[in-house]
């Protein structure tokens, strides 16, 4: 059955006012497998009317009790993990092994902000006997979520359940490339958990149109956006004409750092995972493998081992699926070609994946570059891709030049046995999250966002409760 995809606003699915749908095309056949809404202006404006009608009942309530509906949200989540996992699945292409992590993650952002929100709080400042002064974190109004389309409830639930714990309503805007599940989580929200209709909106369309009409309307408080540099420079060029706050969560290029002294079997693996995860379709994957020279040949050779037996395909248990978009599909491409034209040879990889059971899906082989300098093209650019750049170096002091000599700055690894030098590279490296001897993502409680052209503000953690709140202080004379 083909997949319809409306908008949800005010607790019902709305459909576009000029009856536009654009196709959405499945990842993993390259054929159609359904409709999504092209909406424009006017379903932003009744999207951001209706979150502004609901925002003071829902700001007004007690915390325990908008906790209270979050946990209910999370058990439901939990509870339709294996349908909404599917629909997430089916529109990303991601292998539905996958989905298990990130549906349990989604879950675990409603629960942790549940809880959290009911210690959140402001405090007293002695100012002397003749004064009470204190502070409280009040809600912007309404809140925009501008979302991607590499792990879409994932990256939904870490933006919307803050907003909404802290008395925020919100209208979220998925990728138009994966729009259903989030749809569907707002129609749960609403219809199966409690959550008062006009508190959690979500308008489906190109961000192109309405990502700028969402930004411009006075009833827009604050825009949480994850995406990429391009769009999140065109928010901020908008956000500066009104002072709209803005959280940015972009893209990265980030350093995964290889000593001598590492655990080398640990780490080829962890270095794979790396920059496979998600076929590459991972902000923080790490795509620049800085190794040691005097382990650099012996690593590569485990490296490519380790790559070679990763299966792509659209199985639920393959290690890589297709590439989400066709535009993405291409773009990975045209980064083999600037590869040749700058002389590097792939060690392993290099093309787009085919075979009979991969039909005229969008999959692409894992690909190693070894020789790689950091002024490459492909050592610069995020490509979004499951594309390694390999740079060998010296020293201590060589890799931490190497890693920090990017426009970016999301995430770093460092694999080490040497804990002091962990500690020292861990400081100097410009990055907004250092991952030790593994190289994963997944930590809902830990704040995530970047350094330099990778963003600002910060998502997860108890810390991005203070980007969905504004600070107010009470100054009372006694
Ligand atoms: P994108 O920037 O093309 O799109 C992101 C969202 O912005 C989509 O909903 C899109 O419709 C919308 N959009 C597009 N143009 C817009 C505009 N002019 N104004 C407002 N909104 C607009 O990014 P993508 O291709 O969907 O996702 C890939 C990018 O996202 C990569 O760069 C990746 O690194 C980044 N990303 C970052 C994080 C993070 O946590 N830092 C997480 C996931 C993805």
């Given at each position: 059955?083909?997949?319809?995809?409306?908008?949800?606003?005010?607790?019902?699915?709305?459909?576009?006012?000029?009856?536009?749908?654009?196709?959405?095309?499945?990842?993993?056949?390259?054929?159609?497998?359904?409709?999504?809404?092209?909406?424009?202006?006017?379903?932003?404006?009744?999207?951001?009317?209706?979150?502004?009608?609901?925002?003071?009942?829902?700001?007004?309530?007690?915390?325990?009790?908008?906790?209270?509906?979050?946990?209910?949200?999370?058990?439901?989540?939990?509870?339709?993990?294996?349908?909404?996992?599917?629909?997430?699945?089916?529109?990303?292409?991601?292998?539905?092994?996958?989905?298990?992590?990130?549906?349990?993650?989604?879950?675990?952002?409603?629960?942790?902000?549940?809880?959290?929100?009911?210690?959140?709080?402001?405090?007293?400042?002695?100012?002397?006997?003749?004064?009470?002064?204190?502070?409280?974190?009040?809600?912007?109004?309404?809140?925009?979520?501008?979302?991607?389309?590499?792990?879409?409830?994932?990256?939904?639930?870490?933006?919307?359940?803050?907003?909404?714990?802290?008395?925020?309503?919100?209208?979220?805007?998925?990728?138009?490339?994966?729009?259903?599940?989030?749809?569907?989580?707002?129609?749960?929200?609403?219809?199966?958990?409690?959550?008062?209709?006009?508190?959690?909106?979500?308008?489906?369309?190109?961000?192109?149109?309405?990502?700028?009409?969402?930004?411009?309307?006075?009833?827009?408080?604050?825009?949480?956006?994850?995406?990429?540099?391009?769009?999140?420079?065109?928010?901020?060029?908008?956000?500066?004409?009104?002072?709209?706050?803005?959280?940015?969560?972009?893209?990265?290029?980030?350093?995964?750092?290889?000593?001598?002294?590492?655990?080398?079997?640990?780490?080829?693996?962890?270095?794979?995972?790396?920059?496979?995860?998600?076929?590459?379709?991972?902000?923080?994957?790490?795509?620049?493998?800085?190794?040691?020279?005097?382990?650099?040949?012996?690593?590569?050779?485990?490296?490519?081992?380790?790559?070679?037996?990763?299966?792509?395909?659209?199985?639920?248990?393959?290690?890589?699926?297709?590439?989400?978009?066709?535009?993405?599909?291409?773009?990975?491409?045209?980064?083999?070609?600037?590869?040749?034209?700058?002389?590097?040879?792939?060690?392993?990889?290099?093309?787009?994946?085919?075979?009979?059971?991969?039909?005229?899906?969008?999959?692409?082989?894992?690909?190693?570059?070894?020789?790689?300098?950091?002024?490459?093209?492909?050592?610069?650019?995020?490509?979004?891709?499951?594309?390694?750049?390999?740079?060998?170096?010296?020293?201590?002091?060589?890799?931490?030049?190497?890693?920090?000599?990017?426009?970016?700055?999301?995430?770093?690894?460092?694999?080490?046995?040497?804990?002091?030098?962990?500690?020292?590279?861990?400081?100097?490296?410009?990055?907004?999250?250092?991952?030790?001897?593994?190289?994963?993502?997944?930590?809902?409680?830990?704040?995530?966002?970047?350094?330099?052209q990778s963003g600002y503000g910060r998502e997860q953690g108890i810390d991005a409760l203070s980007h969905y709140t504004q600070l107010k202080s009470v100054i009372i004379r006694l």
């Open positions: 059955m083909l997949l319809k995809v409306d908008s949800y606003v005010g607790g019902r699915y709305l459909q576009p006012a000029e009856g536009h749908y654009v196709d959405k095309i499945d990842p993993r056949t390259g054929e159609k497998m359904g409709e999504v809404a092209n909406s424009g202006p006017r379903e932003v404006e009744l999207a951001i009317q209706s979150a502004a009608d609901a925002q003071p009942a829902w700001r007004d309530m007690r915390p325990s009790e908008r906790g209270r509906i979050l946990v209910e949200l999370a058990r439901i989540i939990r509870r339709s993990e294996d349908r909404l996992g599917a629909l997430e699945s089916a529109e990303t292409g991601k292998p539905g092994r996958e989905m298990a992590t990130l549906m349990d993650l989604t879950a675990q952002y409603f629960e942790f902000y549940a809880g959290i929100v009911n210690v959140m709080d402001g405090e007293v400042i002695n100012q002397g006997p003749n004064y009470h002064v204190y502070t409280r974190r009040d809600p912007f109004g309404v809140i925009g979520a501008i979302l991607p389309w590499n792990a879409p409830l994932h990256q939904a639930a870490r933006a919307i359940a803050p907003a909404l714990a802290t008395g925020n309503t919100v209208v979220a805007k998925p990728s138009e490339h994966t729009s259903a599940s989030l749809v569907e989580l707002a129609r749960i929200a609403v219809e199966e958990a409690g959550l008062p209709a006009g508190v959690f909106n979500v308008v489906v369309g190109k961000g192109s149109v309405i990502g700028p009409v969402m930004a411009r309307h006075p009833l827009m408080r604050k825009i949480s956006f994850t995406g990429g540099l391009t769009a999140g420079q065109e928010l901020g060029r908008i956000a500066a004409e009104r002072i709209l706050p803005l959280t940015l969560e972009l893209g990265g290029k980030s350093a995964n750092i290889v000593f001598d002294d590492a655990d080398l079997a640990a780490a080829a693996k962890g270095a794979t995972t790396a920059f496979t995860w998600n076929s590459g379709q991972w902000c923080a994957a790490g795509t620049r493998l800085l190794v040691q020279e005097n382990i650099h040949d012996r690593f590569v050779e485990k490296l490519v081992a380790e790559v070679a037996a990763l299966r792509v395909g659209p199985e639920h248990d393959a290690t890589s699926g297709p590439i989400t978009t066709r535009a993405q599909f291409e773009k990975i491409q045209s980064y083999f070609e600037i590869a040749e034209r700058e002389g590097l040879k792939p060690a392993i990889g290099g093309k787009a994946a085919s075979g009979d059971h991969l039909g005229g899906g969008w999959y692409i082989e894992p690909t190693v570059y070894t020789g790689v300098t950091n002024d490459m093209t492909l050592a610069k650019e995020e490509i979004f891709g499951p594309i390694l750049c390999v740079i060998p170096f010296k020293d201590e002091a060589d890799a931490l030049r190497l890693a920090n000599d990017s426009e970016f700055g999301l995430g770093a690894g460092i694999w080490s046995r040497d804990i002091g030098r962990v500690h020292r590279v861990a400081a100097s490296l410009e990055a907004g999250r250092i991952v030790v001897n593994e190289y994963s993502g997944g930590f809902v409680q830990t704040p995530c966002g970047g350094f330099k």
